[in-house]
C-alpha cells in the first residue's frame, strides 16, 4: 500500500473516532479541507459512502461500519511495523506529538523543547495545547504534560522542574491608585481580571496560608481566557490578574508589575512529562524521554547545592 492509501485510511479511522472533522483535523495537523478531500477521495475508489454529514455531526454509514470494524486493526499493524522500522533507525527523525496545558506548554517550550529541537533537527514537534484533560492514547499523542498530581496512574512520568506557583500581579500605577490588598477577600474591591475555564466555568481564585484555602470570586471589566490577553491588560493598569510565576517573572524583575498576596500563593505540584509503555519506541521518541530525563536530572541536582 502506497502512502497516500495509508493517509487516507487514517482519516477515515480518525474521524469515525472524533466524530467530528474539525477535531480529526486538528489531531492529524491537517487542515480540515484536506482531511476532506482525503476521505471523499477513498470514498470514490471504493465507491461507497463512509460517512453522513450534515452541518451539526458525523456518523458512519452502514457500510462505512463495516468498513472501519476490519481496517483498523491492519492498520494498526501496519503502524506498528512501521514504528519497529523507526526503532531501528540511528538518527532520530520523524514527528512527536506532545498535548499540554497552555500554561505547561509555554514553560517547557524553551527549557526543554527548543533545546531538544537544536539537538535532533530532524525531529518535527507538533505541539497541541488545551485546557481540558485528554487521553494521549486515544487521542494519538505520543506525550503529555501535565502537573504531577494529574498524571493518570498507568503512565510514565518523568519530572519537569521544580515547584511552580500562582502569583497575583499588578502594576506600580494601579497599586498606587487602588491600594494593595492584604488578604484574599480585599479583591472584592479591585477590578481583577476573571479567567474563563475550557468549560466555561468563571475560575474562582484559590488562595492558601497557615491551612486556611479561601476562594474567591473576583470582578472586573474583563474576562477572558488567554493569559498573554491578561498579561496586557495588567500591564496597561486595567486591574489585577492571577497569573503562573513564570509568564510574568520578567515583567516583576523589570518592575513593570508587582507581587501581591504573596504569603497566600503556596507552590503548586511541579510538572511531568507522561506517556505510556511502549514495545518498540522510535528513536525520535527514545531520544525525547532521555532528554527529558537529563534535564531533570540537571535540575534536580543544581537545586540540590548548597547556597553559595
Known amino acids: 500500500m502506497g502512502q497516500g492509501g495509508l493517509t487516507e485510511l487514517d482519516a477515515v479511522l480518525t474521524v469515525a473516532r472524533c466524530g467530528k472533522f474539525r477535531t480529526a483535523a486538528l489531531e492529524l495537523g491537517v487542515s480540515t479541507t484536506a482531511l476532506s478531500n482525503a476521505v471523499g477521495k477513498l470514498e470514490r475508489t471504493l465507491g461507497v459512502r463512509l460517512f453522513n454529514r450534515t452541518t451539526r455531526s458525523v456518523s458512519l454509514t452502514?457500510?462505512?461500519?463495516q468498513f472501519v470494524a476490519q481496517v483498523a486493526p491492519a492498520v494498526r499493524d501496519i503502524h506498528e511495523a512501521m514504528n519497529i522500522a523507526r526503532s531501528r533507525q540511528v538518527t532520530p527523525s520523524g514527528t512527536l506529538r506532545i498535548n499540554a496545558f497552555p500554561t505547561a506548554a509555554r514553560e517547557i517550550f524553551s527549557s526543554l523543547v527548543?533545546?531538544?529541537q537544536r539537538e535532533h533537527p530532524q525531529v518535527h514537534i507538533d505541539i497541541v495545547t488545551e485546557g481540558r484533560l485528554v487521553d494521549v492514547v486515544a487521542g494519538g499523542f505520543?506525550?503529555?504534560v501535565r502537573?504531577?498530581?494529574l498524571v493518570p496512574v498507568d503512565m510514565i512520568a518523568v519530572p519537569l522542574g521544580g515547584a511552580r506557583r500562582n502569583v497575583v500581579v499588578g502594576s506600580p500605577s494601579y497599586l498606587q491608585a487602588r491600594g494593595t490588598p492584604i488578604v484574599p477577600q480585599d479583591l472584592l474591591g479591585h477590578?481583577?481580571?476573571?479567567?474563563r475555564l475550557p468549560n466555561g466555568a468563571i475560575y474562582r481564585w484559590p488562595f492558601e496560608k497557615d491551612g486556611q484555602s479561601v476562594h474567591?470570586?473576583?470582578e472586573g471589566a474583563f474576562?477572558?481566557?488567554?493569559?498573554?490577553?491578561a498579561r496586557t491588560a495588567v500591564l496597561a493598569s486595567v486591574g489585577l490578574t492571577l497569573a503562573m510565576e513564570s509568564d510574568v517573572r520578567d515583567d516583576i524583575e523589570a518592575g513593570r508589575l508587582v507581587r501581591v498576596l504573596e504569603d497566600w500563593t503556596p507552590a503548586l505540584s511541579p510538572l511531568s512529562l507522561y506517556y505510556p509503555s511502549k514495545r518498540n519506541p522510535t528513536a525520535a521518541f527514545k531520544a525525547f524521554v532521555d532528554f527529558a530525563r537529563r534535564r531533570s536530572h540537571a535540575t534536580?541536582?543544581?537545586q540540590a547545592l548548597p547556597a553559595p
Open 62 to 65: 452502514e457500510a462505512g461500519e
Open 114 to 116: 527548543l533545546p531538544f
Open 142 to 144: 505520543d506525550f503529555g
Open 147 to 149: 502537573s504531577a498530581d
Open 191 to 195: 477590578s481583577c481580571l476573571r479567567v
Open 216 to 218: 474567591v470570586d473576583v
Open 223 to 229: 474576562t477572558l481566557d488567554e493569559a498573554s490577553l
Open 300 to 302: 534536580t541536582s543544581d
